[in-house]
């Protein structure tokens, strides 16, 4: 019956999820499996990794649909759900990497203007130069809030250390914005 | 941290924010794949529970096979124990194969069942204590002759007879001497066709040896029918049972099913029959490979 209708509704999908229906699971899956991936991208050097997370995020979510009782949005269930995924993913792979100290000249800063102009893709594919640390600890604590303690434990360094990669990682960015900006007005030039 | 930064960090989270990317195919068939491989892994769990509980149940029995031995010893003991009751309810004579406790039950009811009866035997002997051993003497040689299957009601009517027609007296030690073998022949042939009637000619053992001492051989008759009433039950001894008993409980129900189905003497599965219990206990499983056997007392 569900199923007939031709718009399902976010509950309608999660009912169906919940008594195992695979339709409503592909339906699910693919209301939210964009929105995941470029949250996936942020964390991951490239596409293919970020579809790994993804993959590995959904079957989790389906596995633990059952926990999702209506509190909160569901988005931000699955996203966070996603997030987890990701860093399970940089601990089996990127753990034991260590962090580049990438040699960038101090001083430059771009403002946020600068930031502005650019697109969201652009921006992806700023934070996916960084090195795994960096952009770990960036992710966590620019666009999901975590805090520095939070962090540390997640990717089992100190609450210095993720400090001094953050603002690492800023200070790259803001480098890298400037080139990219350069290279624009250049184009447009 | 500067406040370029923040600025620049909600930037980033706002441009990012609504950003879409559709991933390739090939991620929903791989979601696929896991969650189906995670419903097998799964579905192994129950089945494996149910390898577990098997296993278990077999672990058991072979545990309660090698203590039932034990058990089995006890409860032959047991029976020893009721079967020499049964001998003495029945004031010796000869032995019979009695199989359980039952039997012993069964005889006595039936024996009180019929103490009229035999009480009016009694008086007449009594009165004419000389008369009954020519008579018995008589009636052991007419029963011998006597179809065997009517013996008491034969034996009854011999009385009556016996003492209008008044057959020629004749000393009491003779009269035993005659009735010894015959008697005995007699009962042992009885013993196939005879159904639970013989019993009544057996009940009133007491008050024949209270009143007549004297007279071991009148004790002797009887008890010799008396023996032979106890085997004849044993021919289907757990119905019998089960009829005496009564379904009172959920276990009574069972047994009785299981009586109608299995007809071996250990039935498949048996509970105690007495009637103090509220709840039924199993007392005996006979699985063929495995049998436990539990002394109800």
Redesign the interface.
Known sequence: MLFLKLKHTTDDLITGCKTGS?KA??LL?KQF???M??VC??YAVD?ME??DM??NG??RV??KIDDYRGEGSFEGWVRRIMVHSSIEYYRKHHKMMQVEIDETTPGQ????AA??N????D??AL?QKLSPGYRMVFNL???EGYSHKEIGEIMGISEGASKSQLSRA?SI??EQVIKMEGRNYEHAG | MSM??K???E???A??D???????D???K???V??DG?KRKRSLVPVIRIAASITVFIAVGIFFMLKGDKVADQVATHMGIKQHGLKLTAKGGATDKGESVEHVLQSQQQLQQLASETAKQQTEHDKTTSEIKSIKANTVKDNSIAASNKLRIVNNSKHSTAKTVQPSVTEVRDVEEEKGLPLEQKTLAALPEREIKPTQAVVPDEPLNTDKPVIPGGDDFKTGNKIASVQLPAAKPAKAAVKKHGIRTFGDLINVVVAKVDKRQDKVIHFSDSDDDEESNITSINLGFVKVKKDDK
């Not at chain 1, 800063?109 to 946020?112: F, G, H």
């Not at chain 2, 609504?18 to 390739?24: K, M």
């Open positions: 695979r699971q592909e899956y499996a964009g929105k991936l470029a991208m942020r596409k970020a579809e993804l993959q959904f079957v389906f596995q800063s771009a403002n946020a930031v502005a650019l697109d969201a893709k921006l992806m934070i604590y620019a666009i800023r960015l803001k | 370029q930064d600025e620049m960090d930037l980033f989270r441009k990012l609504n950003l879409e990317i559709q991933p390739s090939k991620v929903w791989g979601i696929v896991e969650l995670a």
